[in-house]
């Protein structure tokens, strides 16, 4: 039963243990966490809590992926942002989601373990969506905001791909390393699509310096410090997950980081429709180019760890985004 508008979903101690499982997390880390986790006061300082948020964010974008494989491979083709069915999902399936699942997933995950946070949403820029120019889509992007008890703010975002990989402290300009040699950032400043010169919104940049220090950075996202509501999150679910402008609607995207026997990040692997690559470094390699619905959902399990159910399997029987058996593309190989 809710005992007031704002209380938020928070997983219990033994969910949390099952999700450490799901994630790999070390031990060590792990008793770390639960014990702060009621005494905040334990932890020696902001930085060790910063630590903490970090090895979490970066194990959790290395095991559970980004993906919208339920708009494709099930019979209702919708999504879920409550909490129970999210950990069902994650947890138990070993499954993954698009960014208002795994963030809000990670909310539930970070307010169970005791620390401060809410949510916010973001809008998409052009550049990243495919539609070029300086604008930016409507509000459909949701990542956390943490607070750590130093006071500062942190953007803790794993709903977004591959980046970003690290909590990023809401401070302008401060440039911050990623995977495969890319560069993070935020700006505060006025975005080109409005009409009041004098507004102000955090956004979030990266680019890739490729040996070039003077390499451009690309708008990924912006957003501004207000609070969203879980209904705010169910409205831009119901557009992002139905509407016919979605991409996530038009196309199979899965994307996991790899994390090698140290822990540390080496790179990203993605499927986009039947194409899968591995990114590290300056360096990428498709590793396979799947021709029909047997190779993809192989590739889905060899790569990413991902099993559908057979009722989920066959859903996507004349769906747009089935793959049909077809020969050999030497092209596709070479994308």
């Not at 070390?26 to 020696?44: C, F, I, T, Y």
């Not at 803790?156 to 995977?179: C, H, M, Q, S």
Request: with cysteine.
């Amino acid at each position: 039963m809710v005992a007031s508008l704002s209380d938020r979903p928070a997983y219990t101690e033994d969910q949390l243990k099952r999700y450490f499982e799901r994630i790999d997390l070390p031990v060590s880390v792990q008793d770390r966490l639960l014990s702060a986790s009621s005494r905040r006061d334990e932890l020696s300082s902001h930085f060790e809590e910063l630590e903490l948020l970090t090895t979490l964010q970066q194990h959790q974008l290395a095991h559970v992926p980004f993906e919208n494989l339920s708009l494709h491979y099930f019979t209702h083709r919708t999504i879920s942002i409550d909490a129970s069915d999210l950990y069902v999902k994650i947890v138990e399936r070993r499954r993954g989601g698009y960014c208002m699942e795994n963030n809000c997933f990670f909310g539930a995950v970070l307010r169970g373990l005791g620390f401060t946070l809410y949510s916010a949403g973001a809008r998409i820029s052009h550049a990243v969506s495919g539609t070029g120019g300086d604008g930016y889509l409507g509000w459909s992007h949701t990542f956390n905001l943490v607070t750590l008890s130093d006071g500062q703010k942190y953007v803790v975002d794993v709903g977004f791909g591959a980046e970003p990989t690290r909590p990023l402290p809401l401070v302008t300009g401060k440039i911050w390393p990623g995977i495969s040699r890319k560069q993070m950032r935020l700006a505060h400043e006025n975005i080109a699509p409005n009409t009041d010169p004098g507004q102000r919104l955090w956004i979030y940049q990266s680019r890739d310096p490729s040996g070039a220090t003077d390499a451009e950075w690309k708008n990924i996202y912006c957003f501004t410090e207000l609070e969203f509501l879980p209904d705010d999150f169910e409205n831009m679910n119901f557009f992002t997950s139905q509407s016919p402008k979605s991409w996530f609607t038009q196309q199979i995207v899965v994307v996991k980081l790899e994390m090698d026997e140290r822990h540390e990040l080496l790179g990203m692997v993605s499927l986009i429709d039947g194409r899968v690559k591995r990114t590290r470094a300056e360096e990428s390699e498709i590793l396979q180019f799947c021709q029909s619905e047997g190779e993809r959902l192989a590739a889905l399990e060899t790569w990413f760890g991902i099993e559908l159910e057979e009722h989920e399997k066959a859903s996507i029987k004349g769906f747009k985004t089935e793959l049909k058996e077809r020969e050999s593309s030497d092209q596709g190989l070479r994308d």
